[in-house]
């Protein structure tokens, strides 16, 4: 194991002592099981064949009829999304 500090709010401290009372883990294997579960879900798999072949089947289909998309794109999508 490797040892590191973390800064948590006191808020999230309260929560994960409760969390820890009522489940009976203590807190340091709750917080790795946090980690574990936040590296599980954001993990990326590698694409299949079909999933690749799929994703540059579609290169090039569609036009945007703008000359500057790839430089403004940030821009034009919070004017589409209104943010």
């Given at each position: 194991?490797?040892?590191?500090?973390?800064?948590l709010t006191?808020?999230?401290?309260?929560?994960?002592?409760e969390l820890a009372r009522q489940?009976?883990?203590?807190?340091?294997?709750?917080i790795r099981q946090g980690v574990d579960?936040?590296?599980a879900s954001t993990v990326a798999q590698p694409l299949?064949?079909?999933q690749r072949q799929r994703?540059?089947?579609i290169?090039?289909?569609f036009h945007s009829g703008l000359c500057d998309l790839a430089r403004r794109?940030?821009?034009y999508l919070a004017e589409s999304t209104g943010s």
């Open positions: 194991m490797v040892q590191t500090q973390v800064e006191e808020e999230q401290v309260k929560a994960l002592e489940t009976r883990v203590p807190l340091p294997a709750l579960q936040l590296l299949t064949v079909a994703g540059l089947g290169v090039g289909r794109h940030d821009e």
